[in-house]
């Protein structure tokens, strides 16, 4: 008997909620699991060869000994012998297309294994790999993929300096010196690279200061009166666990560059080295960071509290205190960050930002309802901390940038469309917004800022995520979806929601799903997949079938009805305000209404098939370095189906959040499967 959409839908729901509750951790939080990075495993490489090269002595830090970090070389070396591509070239993970960065990384590694204990690539491997780096235009390539920020360029070509590649008159040098100043004077002192560099902008730059050509006398004698308190900076902002963010290229950076001017056996080394040791795969590759397990457990609570007949039974007094315990109490040792918000990990590596943030506080505002009153009360407390953060992070411009409030220009500190939206979101948590006027003014400056920057096609582009087969590797589709969800929230102009419904109604592939490009067919193809024809992404068609259900159940109470009069005629004409009307009530248009029903076939064959079980690179972490998470599927589609069958059963989930949904009786008029 052939079944309807609506219970088609209901059945995969409930087996992708089973799956879901079995990934938790421990019985209550998830951890995830990122895929293994080339280029993480590069420089780790590099960072371990170079303490064997360098180091004085035999080394020996508490576990780690010259035996097991030789073990870790031969490990990685043969992993990395595994993921050459068919151009000769490396990508970030197995699933990535190739790039000059990574290309040269490997490059490097397998010249410092070389020359610490013969392990290399073979040479009919490292032939084809200078071939396709001299191909896609060598050094000149690479510095034109990073442009002006210095972020990631400088410690390749000081990976490869080290290495002998290059002489170390090519790298640029680094105001090392200007770490010592205080952490609130950074923003001014118009640092070359990122919030989050400081660490490879120290020990970078000292090695360039001792290897490379020397600086005028009174630059040489500032940063030689330097050194020793910027290492200090260094030992300061390394956590517990040795891993600066949890990132194995940051760390690795830090310690080939200790390394090569004879400080292996520095404690900032020593506990760098116990990180990298601790943190490899068991296949000898290293992930692009430890975990993600703050950032997905929020994203599976939200995604769980979706369904809306959902109960909240996962929900475990365990889950609870572990959730809030990950919220940062003191001022954090790395940004300055003052306490209030979450991290993407609860490991000590994690520096609070305005993405887990929100994930975080939209998370407990779906669980607080179901508390008893100790923990209701703790609760309300985080949110409240969590919302004041965020007040306090949000840049001159009305957006939100990831974790310095003022601190450039450079990718990854600038206000972004995602963060900005994903904040508002966060920020009307318990219709805050309509009782406190000094919020009300930040939502206003952020939607002000996601209207400023929405492109002309509708589109907004995100900061954290990525599409490799589109030729700047932006994601429009997820920069869109992520505003879109922000439309339940009543803050965005109506006109701007219609313009990025029509965005993605226009771009949706011909399999239904949205997203993926050229590179997905293949790849399922060459893994002996039963079905290859797919081109969209599993993760990218669940963010756009959410996001478009989310505009549908705006309904009568949209932000275009619920802005005062004067409000409506400054920001909109009579025109489009009845044009937009036709998106924004009554489940929006019938092609939305068409591309929803798509989306979620795509869906529902998806789980068929188990693609939502294959993860995709569309995660793009510092420095455009990819990755794909193992649960990234899995979250997105069961949030998107329970999301649709909000819109289906007409009514929504419980929410802790602000909902702002009243009759949905007439959406579903243009499902006609529902």
Same mark, same amino acid.
């Given at each position: 008997?052939?079944?309807?959409?609506?219970?088609?839908?209901?059945?995969?729901?409930?087996?992708?909620?089973?799956?879901?509750?079995?990934?938790?951790?421990?019985?209550?939080?998830?951890?995830?699991?990122?895929?293994?990075?080339?280029?993480?495993?590069?420089?780790?490489?590099?960072?371990?060869?170079?303490?064997?090269?360098?180091?004085?002595?035999?080394?020996?830090?508490?576990?780690?000994?010259?035996?097991?970090?030789?073990?870790?070389?031969?490990?990685?070396?043969?992993?990395?012998?595994?993921?050459?591509?068919?151009?000769?070239?490396?990508?970030?993970?197995?699933?990535?297309?190739?790039?000059?960065?990574?290309?040269?990384?490997?490059?490097?590694?397998?010249?410092?294994?070389?020359?610490?204990?013969?392990?290399?690539?073979?040479?009919?491997?490292?032939?084809?790999?200078?071939?396709?780096?001299?191909?896609?235009?060598?050094?000149?390539?690479?510095?034109?993929?990073?442009?002006?920020?210095?972020?990631?360029?400088?410690?390749?070509?000081?990976?490869?300096?080290?290495?002998?590649?290059?002489?170390?008159?090519?790298?640029?040098?680094?105001?090392?010196?200007?770490?010592? &100043?205080?952490?609130?004077?950074?923003?001014?002192?118009?640092?070359?690279?990122?919030?989050?560099?400081?660490?490879?902008?120290?020990?970078?730059?000292?090695?360039?200061? &001792?290897?490379?050509?020397?600086?005028?006398?009174?630059?040489?004698?500032?940063?030689?009166?330097?050194?020793?308190?910027?290492?200090?900076?260094?030992?300061?902002?390394?956590?517990?666990?040795?891993?600066?963010?949890?990132?194995?290229?940051?760390?690795?950076?830090?310690?080939?560059?200790?390394?090569?001017?004879?400080?292996?056996?520095?404690?900032?080394?020593?506990?760098?080295?116990?990180?990298?040791?601790?943190?490899?795969?068991?296949?000898?590759?290293?992930?692009?960071?430890?975990?993600?397990?703050?950032?997905?457990?929020?994203?599976?609570?939200?995604?769980?509290?979706?369904?809306?007949?959902?109960?909240?039974?996962?929900?475990?007094?365990?889950?609870?205190?572990?959730?809030?315990?990950?919220?940062?109490?003191?001022?954090?040792?790395?940004?300055?960050?003052?306490?209030?918000?979450?991290?993407?990990?609860?490991?000590?590596?994690?520096?609070?930002?305005?993405?887990?943030?929100?994930?975080?506080?939209?998370?407990?505002?779906?669980?607080?309802?179901?508390?008893?009153?100790?923990?209701?009360?703790?609760?309300?407390?985080?949110?409240?901390?969590?919302?004041?953060?965020?007040?306090?992070?949000?840049?001159?411009?009305?957006?939100?940038?990831?974790?310095?409030?003022?601190?450039?220009?450079?990718?990854?500190?600038?206000?972004?469309?995602?963060?900005?939206?994903?904040?508002?979101?966060?920020?009307?948590?318990?219709?805050?917004?309509?009782?406190?006027?000094?919020?009300?003014?930040?939502?206003?400056?952020?939607?002000?800022?996601?209207?400023?920057?929405?492109?002309?096609?509708?589109?907004?582009?995100?900061?954290?995520?990525?599409?490799?087969?589109?030729?700047?590797?932006?994601?429009?589709?997820?920069?869109?979806?992520?505003?879109?969800?922000?439309?339940?929230?009543?803050?965005?102009?109506?006109?701007?929601?219609?313009?990025?419904?029509?965005?993605?109604?226009?771009?949706?592939?011909?399999?239904?799903?949205?997203?993926?490009?050229?590179?997905?067919?293949?790849?399922?193809?060459?893994?002996?997949?039963?079905?290859?024809?797919?081109?969209?992404?599993?993760?990218?068609?669940?963010?756009?079938?959410?996001?478009?259900?989310?505009?549908?159940?705006?309904?009568?109470?949209?932000?275009?009805?619920?802005?005062?009069?004067?409000?409506?005629?400054?920001?909109?004409?009579?025109?489009?305000?009845?044009?937009?009307?036709?998106?924004?009530?009554?489940?929006?248009?019938?092609?939305?209404?068409?591309?929803?029903?798509?989306?979620?076939?795509?869906?529902?064959?998806?789980?068929?098939?188990?693609?939502?079980?294959?993860?995709?690179?569309?995660?793009?972490?510092?420095?455009?370095?990819?990755?794909?998470?193992?649960?990234?599927?899995?979250?997105?589609?069961?949030?998107?189906?329970?999301?649709?069958?909000?819109?289906?059963?007409?009514?929504?989930?419980?929410?802790?959040?602000?909902?702002?949904?009243?009759?949905?009786?007439?959406?579903?008029?243009?499902?006609?499967?529902?």
């Amino acid at each position: 008997m052939n079944r309807t959409l609506l219970e088609r839908t209901r059945a995969t729901l409930d087996q992708l909620r089973d799956e879901l509750l079995a990934e938790r951790h421990d019985g209550h939080h998830w951890t995830g699991t990122l895929s293994p990075s080339a280029l993480s495993t590069a420089t780790a490489i590099s960072a371990m060869s170079s303490v064997l090269i360098h180091s004085v002595g035999s080394l020996r830090s508490g576990c780690i000994t010259d035996e097991k970090i030789r073990h870790c070389v031969t490990s990685g070396v043969q992993y990395l012998q595994s993921q050459q591509n068919e151009d000769g070239g490396f990508g970030d993970t197995d699933r990535s297309h190739s790039n000059i960065a990574t290309s040269y990384l490997v490059l490097a590694a397998a010249a410092l294994a070389d020359q610490a204990m013969g392990s290399t690539l073979t040479s009919e491997s490292i032939a084809a790999l200078e071939k396709y780096i001299a191909q896609m235009g060598g050094l000149d390539a690479l510095k034109q993929r990073y442009g002006t920020d210095k972020t990631f360029v400088v410690p390749i070509l000081t990976n490869m300096a080290i290495a002998g590649l290059v002489p170390w008159k090519a790298v640029a040098a680094l105001p090392f010196e200007a770490a010592i &100043f205080p952490q609130s004077m950074y923003r001014l002192l118009q640092m070359p690279v990122v919030s989050y560099a400081i660490p490879a902008l120290v020990a970078i730059g000292q090695a360039r200061h &001792f290897h490379g050509p020397r600086a005028f006398f009174p630059i040489r004698w500032v940063r030689a009166a330097a050194v020793g308190r910027s290492m200090g900076v260094l030992e300061k902002m390394q956590p517990q666990s040795g891993g600066y963010l949890e990132a194995t290229p940051l760390t690795s950076f830090v310690v080939m560059s200790l390394a090569v001017t004879k400080r292996a056996n520095h404690n900032v080394s020593r506990r760098g080295l116990k990180f990298l040791k601790e943190s490899m795969n068991e296949d000898g590759s290293w992930p692009i960071d430890t975990n993600l397990a703050t950032w997905v457990t929020s994203l599976s609570m939200n995604a769980l509290a979706a369904d809306p007949t959902d109960d909240r039974a996962w929900c475990t007094p365990d889950l609870v205190e572990w959730h809030l315990g990950c919220q940062h109490e003191v001022r954090h040792p790395f940004t300055g960050a003052e306490p209030g918000g979450w991290g993407w990990s609860d490991l000590s590596g994690a520096v609070p930002d305005s993405d887990d943030t929100p994930a975080a506080i939209l998370a407990l505002g779906h669980i607080k309802a179901s508390l008893d009153g100790e923990r209701k009360q703790s609760c309300e407390e985080s949110i409240a901390a969590g919302r004041s953060w965020l007040l306090k992070l949000q840049n001159r411009d009305g957006g939100w940038p990831t974790f310095c409030r003022g601190w450039g220009k450079l990718p990854f500190d600038r206000s972004s469309n995602d963060l900005t939206a994903h904040a508002l979101r966060a920020l009307v948590v318990d219709d805050v917004a309509e009782t406190e006027a000094r919020i009300g003014r930040h939502i206003a400056l952020g939607a002000r800022f996601l209207e400023k920057n929405q492109e002309p096609d509708g589109s907004w582009l995100p900061l954290w995520f990525g599409n490799q087969d589109r030729s700047d590797e932006s994601n429009p589709v997820y920069g869109t979806s992520r505003v879109l969800l922000a439309a339940n929230s009543g803050l965005l102009n109506p006109k701007a929601l219609q313009a990025g419904c029509q965005y993605l109604v226009k771009n949706q592939n011909s399999d239904g799903g949205w997203g993926g490009g050229g590179s997905i067919a293949p790849w399922l193809k060459k893994n002996q997949f039963r079905e290859f024809e797919f081109v969209s992404s599993v993760e990218e068609t669940a963010l756009a079938v959410e996001a478009l259900v989310t505009v549908a159940l705006c309904g009568k109470n949209s932000s275009l009805l619920t802005m005062d009069e004067d409000t409506k005629r400054d920001r909109m004409s009579e025109t489009d305000r009845n044009e937009a009307q036709s998106v924004v009530q009554h489940g929006g248009t019938k092609a939305m209404s068409q591309a929803i029903i798509d989306g979620v076939e795509f869906l529902l064959d998806s789980v068929d098939q188990k693609r939502h079980r294959l993860p995709w690179p569309i995660g793009f972490y510092f420095a455009k370095l990819w990755y794909h998470e193992r649960l990234y599927p899995l979250i997105f589609t069961t949030g998107a189906l329970g999301t649709y069958l909000q819109l289906a059963a007409d009514k929504p989930a419980q929410q802790g959040s602000t909902n702002k949904t009243n009759s949905l009786q007439n959406h579903t008029q243009t499902l006609p499967e529902v």
